[in-house]
């Protein structure tokens, strides 16, 4: 049976109506479920930019429909934006910017009084979070951890995805972001996930090489590491040369 009590905790106060940012991951997807649970109106949202994989977008799409609720896509380009395609330290917090203007004026166009989203007590500070506070968007979830968030979505059918990232994630900081890398860093973990690589993920799009392959940082969950072979024949079609493999650190981006 889910412990109650870590429901009660969720925070909908003074919130009757409100647009739920939907990121894919299992954070956002249960507080659209509690949300909806506790009687709100809520419509659901998913910010789709060349940051957005495809994987996430069709977790989005799959928690609005399994809670019944309208989904809107909005769809944005962050790399026309210097700023943000140059991927300072503020890449971040500017892209949050612009996702949560986005968010406030499709909320008002609906009607709908708040926009919520799912960081939790374990997410630390983080750059994008700045922009979400400033903006005064609600948390409601920020009272529970993780493990308390995955226990609600095995008890209500929500699947459990391993944590994702925006795939500007995977291009050093202070080198600029093209649709290219984007494109290349996902179709490199989409290929070693259909090979059997499970947990989390991430290929660090590092940089070309005179002989056209494009340098790679592979990280993987511990236990599921496997001989650097494996990742070189994998990656390489794709014109990918592994230069190492890392375990993930939880926390990372």
Known sequence: ?????????????????????????????????????????VEAAC??????AECDISAARGAAAREGVLFHEIRASFLEDEAISENTKERCYLCKKKMVALLLSLAETRGL?????????????????????????????????????????EN????????????????????????????????????????GVVGILRVRILEAEKDGLTKA??????EFMKPAVFFEEKLKPLGIKVLSIHEYKTGGA
Do not use: W, Y
Request: net charge neutral; glycine share 6%; with cysteine.
């Open 156 to 195: 209500t059918g929500i699947p459990v995805r391993p944590p994702s990232s925006c795939l500007a994630a995977r291009i050093p900081q202070n080198t600029r972001i093209s649709l290219e890398k984007l494109s290349l860093a996902e179709a490199a973990e989409e290929t070693l996930r259909r090979a």
């Open 47 to 52: 910010v789709v930019s060349e940051f957005t």
């Open 217 to 222: 940082a592979v990280e993987v969950e511990k």
């Open 113 to 153: 009084s708040a926009v919520l989203e799912g960081t939790n007590a374990d997410d630390g500070v983080r750059p994008g979070l700045r922009a979400l506070q400033e903006a005064g968007i609600r948390s409601p979830l920020q009272n529970l951890s993780k493990s308390e968030i995955v226990t609600i979505a």
């Open 1 to 41: 049976m889910m412990n109650r009590e870590i429901i009660t905790r969720a925070d909908f106060s003074r919130v009757s109506s409100a647009l739920v940012a939907l990121s894919g991951g299992v954070d956002s997807a249960v507080l659209l479920h509690l949300a909806k649970e506790a009687g709100i109106r």
